[in-house]
């Protein structure tokens, strides 16, 4: 069945960096455009990124334009995602998401369960 | 304007109908996707399209979508169904956006 597990989530200091990675199985990944979603505490879903699925495009929420960097290894099956610069502000679970462009529009059907970031000082 | 925007809450009695709605320009090119989310969980894709459900997804729920206007229904809500709620589209520059999020309340 299709499985997407997200980590590297932690506890780190404002203005530096960290690497998020989602394992993904159960689909052939290299298909798919995937994408990350974050959720601040007691806030709503954000749109972060998302990059095609053969990895030559990629598109950034204006927050995180030139600070994170989504990334995927189609043969290790594996999305990620480099921030750096990090503030406070970026606090939050994020997730991936498989999506699915259709001629009905496109959505995403299966997301992992998240991993929390905290950038605290 | 790449915003979407819903109702923060709304409250439903067990068994009655509600409509959560969601607007923006970008959905007069785009169809809308419906998101429910449970405290502590992933969220979960209700709603595709114009009024498309995924398999497992119980027939109360409906889509419809008319200008800049996407709508998720839900007919006869049950308590399972208290949850926050999102839409989400694409926009022209290849982003995507989520709505600003309903708390639906079943009474």
């Known amino acids: 069945q299709v499985q997407l597990v997200e980590s590297g989530g932690g506890v780190v200091q404002p203005g530096r960096s960290l690497r998020l990675s989602c394992a993904a199985s159960g689909f052939l990944f290299s298909n798919y455009p995937m994408h990350w979603v974050r959720q601040a505490p007691g806030k709503g879903l954000e749109w972060v990124a998302v990059?095609?699925?053969?990895?030559?495009?990629?598109y950034y929420a204006d927050s995180v334009k030139g600070r994170f960097t989504i990334a995927r290894d189609n043969f290790e099956n594996t999305l990620y995602l480099e921030m750096k610069s990090l503030r406070v502000e970026d606090t939050a679970v994020y997730y991936c998401?498989?999506?699915?462009?259709?001629?009905?529009?496109?959505?995403?059907?299966?997301w992992g369960q998240g991993t929390l970031v905290t950038v605290s000082s | 304007s790449s915003e979407l925007t819903q109702d923060p809450a709304v409250s439903v009695a067990l068994g009655q109908t509600v409509r959560i709605t969601c607007q923006g320009d970008?959905?007069?090119?785009?169809?809308a996707s419906w998101y429910q989310q449970k405290p502590g969980q992933a969220p979960v894709f209700v709603i595709y399209g114009e009024n498309n459900r995924p398999s497992g997804i119980p027939d109360r729920f409906s889509g419809s979508s008319s200008g800049n206007t996407a709508s998720l229904t839900i007919t006869g809500a049950q308590a399972e169904d208290e949850a926050d709620y999102y839409c989400?589209?694409?926009?022209?520059?290849?982003?995507?956006?989520f709505g600003t999020g309903t708390r639906v309340t079943v009474l």
């Open positions: 989400n589209s694409r926009i022209t520059s290849g982003q995507h956006v």
């Open positions: 998401g498989r999506e699915i462009f259709s001629t009905s529009g496109s959505y995403y059907d299966y």
């Open positions: 990059i095609a699925h053969d990895a030559n495009r990629e």
């Open positions: 970008t959905l007069r090119r785009y169809y």
